[in-house]
């Protein structure tokens, strides 16, 4: 079984269905080889899950893994609600320098990583609230969703709060804010994993999610901007305890205290 694609020239690719025991790692093999031969270029679109499941005749988890690798790969870049593009490996590069400074000292890493968020995602929510689309707007709110079904699934949890987060960003139309998020992915997913751990830690995750979307739905700035300092201030206190090892029952977040 064979299916195809255009690329950018409108040529037709042809990719071949794979039968093997890892089908997301030959998925993997035959995109980087489009992109090597030239046949999908910097800035060229995936097709969507669906259609790149058929063309492969695999499963959408299967895709689904394999956009995964290609992303930590550097190769692809995904944002929620427009879909998956080719990279010039540009964000691969900016990932693989702040990786290594976050590994040369995981604590102080991960101290400058939490400091980062709270200068630059405030701001980026304020701007979200006037600016956000009707489309970004579903998806955050399906990606609230999700973390709501997922409170004891860490893989899925986690990869809708990362949606939750992009598409804030994208919703300010900046392409060096979406490079700089794109290129801490890995960072972002790992400490998300550290907190998910913490007793508690999705739920307190979960309530300020709600605040957040809620003021951004009200299209109120102030309040976005609030509600995300107080949320990050809610991962700081997580990422403490989960790299201090506290007890985790003395962790409690003060914004749950007044509601």
Known sequence: ????????????????????????????????????????????????????????????TAVREAVKTLREKGLVEAYSGRGTFVTSGTAHAIRQSLDLMIRVSLQEGSTHLAGLRQVLEPEIAAFAAMRMEEQLLTTMREAVAV???????????????????????????????????????????????????????????QFHHKQILQAIERRDRDAAR??????????????????????????????????
């Open 226 to 259: 609030e509600a995300m300092r107080a949320h990050l201030e809610q991962v700081r206190e997580d990422s403490s305890c989960s790299a201090t090892t506290a007890p985790q029952s003395k962790l409690i977040s003060k914004f749950e205290r007044r509601n």
């Open 1 to 60: 079984m064979t299916d195809g694609t255009a690329d950018s020239s409108g040529a037709k690719l042809v990719y071949r269905a794979v039968r093997v025991s890892r089908l997301y790692e030959q998925i993997v093999q035959q995109v980087e080889e489009s992109i090597l031969k030239g046949q999908l270029k910097p800035g060229d679109q995936l097709p969507a899950e669906r259609d790149l499941a058929q063309s492969f005749g695999v499963s959408r």
């Open 147 to 205: 973390m709501d079904r997922s409170l004891h699934d860490p893989e899925a949890y986690i990869e809708a709060d990362l949606d939750f987060h992009l598409a804030l960003a994208e919703a300010v139309e900046n392409p060096l804010i979406l490079s700089l998020l794109d290129s801490i992915v890995g960072l972002l997913r790992e400490q998300r994993s550290r907190i998910f751990a913490v007793d508690g830690g999705p739920e307190r995750g």
